[in-house]
């Protein structure tokens, strides 16, 4: 059964370090997301990603995430310079339409 | 813009009771809602969806859950947990008018569940 795949699984980064979390999505979905989930609290909406732009964004997406889709399997998201409340487990998903599937997530640790 | 609250934050059960974990959402416009489960250390699974058609919808390991617009409910039960069921459960809902909208969930509800 086709799944969305994560890497790294854990990541640690010290305060003001630029992170790329990757992520590779269902093969034939067209939107794809991505989620974070800081310890102990609920999973919160990043962006969502459709056509090659950014079709939504939550107002946790400043000017320091960016996310791209650099080839025709991977989906990334990047931190340019990382804060301690960065911290968190952040998922990616993908769906077709909106059934969206997750993937096994990252935790990011800035220290 | 929508809003999930899921009631109780932790239920404790012993096994083969049975359990509800109950969730309200608001919404001004027309949802779509779901159930995940996370087990511990692992990523979210989709329990089960309502999209349309019947108000109940079931998964593959007995849970349920009925969609009550008037109450704008989707509450999940299962008459019949297992130790394995314990885990986090997360009500999400999103906007049904348009494709690939971001999912809301709830602050998620913890089953623990005991012999």
């Known amino acids: 059964e086709p799944e969305v795949t994560q890497t790294p699984s854990h990541q640690v980064t010290q305060m003001g370090q630029e992170v790329i979390l990757r992520c590779v999505p269902i093969?034939?979905?067209?939107?794809f997301y991505w989620y974070r989930q800081i310890l102990g609290q609920k999973v919160e909406f990043l962006v969502s990603?459709?056509?090659?732009?950014?079709?939504?964004k939550s107002e946790i997406f400043d000017d320091q995430f960016s996310v791209e889709r650099p080839d025709g399997s991977n989906f990334t998201l990047k931190i340019r310079s990382t804060k301690l409340e960065d911290s968190a487990m952040y998922f990616c998903?993908?769906?077709?339409?909106?059934?969206?599937?997750f993937g096994p997530g990252t935790r990011l640790t800035v220290l | 813009a929508q809003s999930v609250t899921q009631l109780d934050s932790q239920v404790p059960v012993f096994e083969e009771a049975p359990v509800e974990l109950r969730c309200n959402y608001s919404?001004?416009?027309?949802?779509?809602l779901f159930w995940y489960v996370q087990y511990p250390n692992q990523g979210l699974q989709l329990l089960l969806k309502?999209?349309?058609?019947?108000?109940l919808v079931e998964s593959i390991n007995g849970f349920e859950a009925e969609f009550n617009k008037s109450q704008t409910s989707f509450h999940l039960r299962k008459p019949s947990v297992h130790i394995s069921d314990t885990a986090e459960y997360f009500c999400a809902v999103s906007a049904s008018n348009q494709a690939g909208t971001a999912l809301i969930f709830g602050k998620g509800t913890t089953l623990s569940v005991s012999s």
């Open positions: 919404s001004s416009v027309s949802v779509y």
């Open positions: 093969s034939n979905h067209l939107y």
């Open positions: 990603f459709y056509n090659n732009e950014i079709s939504e």
């Open positions: 998903a993908s769906s077709v339409k909106n059934e969206q599937f």
């Open positions: 309502y999209l349309s058609g019947s108000t």
